[in-house]
């Protein structure tokens, strides 16, 4: 049965990257009012493209861009997956420096180059063509709720609202998502791990207006001054987070885990030229790989006082304040560390001036076991979809519509991508590799048949 | 005959008035390119005015807007004085704030309010009604040059050079120069010493580009971080600087001086209240007097680095800078102190980041000694001009005319201001006590007499 759906995957590319044109033709960039009925207009080209695969389909309402939601007939006994994707894209902006334009899908060395080639439309068509394969073949083996939605690239601000009024529409045993990479060229990769995050501003208060340096310096506090001595002591000399209490709930790595990860193909000298630096640096007594997926941080992400335009000007600001981010990992409260952050935050500032520290917001770290039913079968499907066994990942940063499953659906993800490293996501250029788009589609037919094994 | 000298002044405040409203009414706004013709106008009436003085005025281009220079007959032997002013003004903006007209002088509760009332046309008028009375009656006492510049409000960019190739002209035994306030009201001041200045920009560069805090975030050096944590090594805990060498060259107050300041009647909950600031910091071991005027500081005066605007962006920026100056007092070297901070910014910062150290500017620190036969003469003039005796001060700012008179003509400069601290300078309804002004009229009429004793 799947070899007959694999095959008709294979005779049918041609028609899969027509397909996959028109879809990557229509600019539906979330963020410009101005494109608000493209984004509408490829929600419905979508839904329609669904109905004529045999689910049904509807463009439903939210507080910005709709949600496209499709299913097929679900048939009781049988596990439900859903089936998440957005439909939305980037601007292209700088467009002089798209070799061919970002709305005309162009195919290129093997690859389809277009704005959202690989974020998130061509993954998204890679389950379509698997879905419409299976429909040629007896049907889905698996109930399929999907879910579309318009606004991940600005946020997803309407989608906890939607799933908390949809949530019976929206219950599944898993949810299935390819938004991410193959670890390397060939390599692909089941991410199990996201970090979390707790993302504070701490804006600190002197004089109620600048002051002079000349007359006032020496006798005044100085914010600027202060927020860096109290930022300098959020890490210790050995680039430990120098917060009481952060570590206490941080889930040690296994053995296990480092001898996995350390068999990887990472290529250290690679990353630093990329980033043109000499030498990495962090946390004692872990890898590059462990700092970036498995421990938790604390970066200054923005820093703002008094002058900054070209020149001097000699002025002691009334505030001084940065944006301060943690990067939490398995079993970090987000709400547990922004207390402990803000209360660091105050008893190190003298009190001599006002301190107010704010939660912009936070998402909690994201753990699937690696034994999981799912995520071998989503291994076994990479293995026929790819020809290449799958490796266990974990990521640096969060994915929130992730958190926001967990949260409001009750159920976990698996993170199923099938992109390159190299694919300029977000940047003029965006590609997907046509073999990868193929070996997409291909493990997403085979993983819903291996998930009608799961219950 | 200083006695009718005075007099004079006495009796014809009512035409001084009128006079100083037609030197107010003239927007010499320096800073403006579409007033360029009211600051050459302004230039042209003020020469005018110094020519039916009895003086010799011109008025020389330089670089930008010009110079007046005028002077009496001079008299071998008898000592010369550099009469130094402007006639340039602030921009009266936010115009809305006024209660009279920026440029229309309008007399309330005893003080004149207008753009440049006391700074400095205000003051420069005072010495021009001296001269004037004293040509009434035999001719100024002493060799007097004047020279009001245009573009002090805009940094003087061209009065070095107009110095340098006017040297000759300008040669004086002493600079004579009224753009300061008295201590408080009543109580006239003379200010003998000024802070410097090295004011700096440091910039610490990573990666070549901003990179997200989630896929980075640990593995790699975080500029923001460093900037901090370099920064706060500045201070030791006492709120000393903590750069070596920085005290070396530091003159120590004297018994004399401390118990002289600990005198004035400075009012330190009424400083507090204006900054509103509950409690002040510095130095320890130091009054707030001395820390604002004789104490060298190191204040962050701007910091710069990734996410600025409202909400959060996850980033880890590529650079971080920081403005940083120094107030510099006796016999501190700017060249010196900034070749200090550059080799401790550099030591301090890690080999994993690139760190840029840049000059802005600098300016010496000034100190007349107080036993300077010139200084006891001005204070016996303001006893006579104000009716209170003169206190003896420094200035926590620098004055850069009085570093270029210094640098170029070799000449200490005499301080001698008639404002109020609460005139609003810069600032909308600048205004001059009328009473200052008589007081400063005759301050600088009796001054010149005494000066006459010089040598």
């Excluded at 935050?345 to 107010?356: D, K, L, S």
């Amino acid at each position: 049965m799947i070899s007959n759906v694999l095959n008709t995957l294979d005779t049918t590319r041609p028609q899969a990257i027509e397909n996959l044109k028109s879809f990557l033709r229509i600019p539906s960039i979330s963020t410009d009012p101005d494109r608000a009925g493209d984004v509408q207009h490829c929600a419905d080209w979508l839904a329609q493209q669904l109905v004529e695969s045999g689910l049904s389909a509807q463009v439903l309402p939210t507080g910005g861009h709709p949600v496209v939601l499709a299913r097929n007939a679900h048939v009781p006994g049988r596990p439900t997956v859903l089936l998440y994707g957005h439909y939305d894209v980037q601007p292209a902006e700088p467009l002089e420096q798209w070799l061919s334009p970002a709305f005309e899908p162009t195919i290129r060395s093997g690859a389809i180059y277009a704005r959202g080639a690989v974020d998130d439309k061509g993954q998204v068509w890679a389950h379509v063509e698997a879905l419409r394969a299976w429909q040629r073949h007896g049907g889905i083996p698996i109930n399929i709720t999907m879910l579309v939605e318009g606004e991940e690239e600005i946020g997803s601000a309407h989608l906890a609202d939607f799933m908390r009024d949809h949530r019976g529409a929206l219950a599944a045993d898993i949810a299935l998502i390819s938004d991410t990479d193959q670890f390397a060229r060939g390599v692909p990769a089941i991410v199990y791990g996201l970090r979390g995050l707790a993302y504070m501003e701490v804006t600190i208060t002197a004089a109620d207006h600048d002051l002079h340096s000349g007359l006032y310096g020496g006798a005044v506090p100085n914010p600027a001054n202060i927020l860096c001595e109290v930022l300098a002591t959020l890490h210790d000399e050995n680039g430990r987070v120098n917060i009481p209490g952060f570590y206490e709930d941080v889930a040690p790595l296994t053995d296990a885990e480092r001898a996995m990860w350390a068999s990887l193909p990472f290529d250290e000298p690679a990353f630093k030229q990329e980033l043109a630096l000499e030498t990495l640096c962090g946390e004692e007594g872990f890898s590059t790989v462990e700092r970036r997926w498995a421990r938790p941080t604390c970066d200054i992400n923005g820093l703002t006082s008094g002058y900054q335009g070209p020149g001097a000007k000699t002025v002691i600001a009334s505030k001084a304040s940065a944006k301060v981010s943690m990067r939490l990992v398995p079993n970090q409260d987000p709400a547990k560390i922004e207390a402990a952050f803000t209360r660091a935050i105050r008893e190190r500032c003298p009190a001599n001036v006002t301190v107010e520290v704010v939660s912009h917001h936070g998402a909690e770290p994201v753990l699937i076991p690696l034994d999981s039913p799912a995520v071998k079968l989503a291994a076994e499907a990479l293995q026929v979809g790819f020809g290449h066994p799958a490796v266990f990942i974990r990521e640096g940063g969060s994915i929130p519509v992730v958190s926001l499953i967990r949260r409001i659906l009750g159920i976990d993800s698996l993170l199923v991508g099938f992109g390159l490293t190299d694919d300029r996501v977000h940047a003029p250029n965006e590609k997907f590799d046509l073999n990868c788009f193929y070996n997409g589609a291909r493990t997403a037919a085979t993983l819903y048949a291996k998930l009608a094994g799961l219950k």
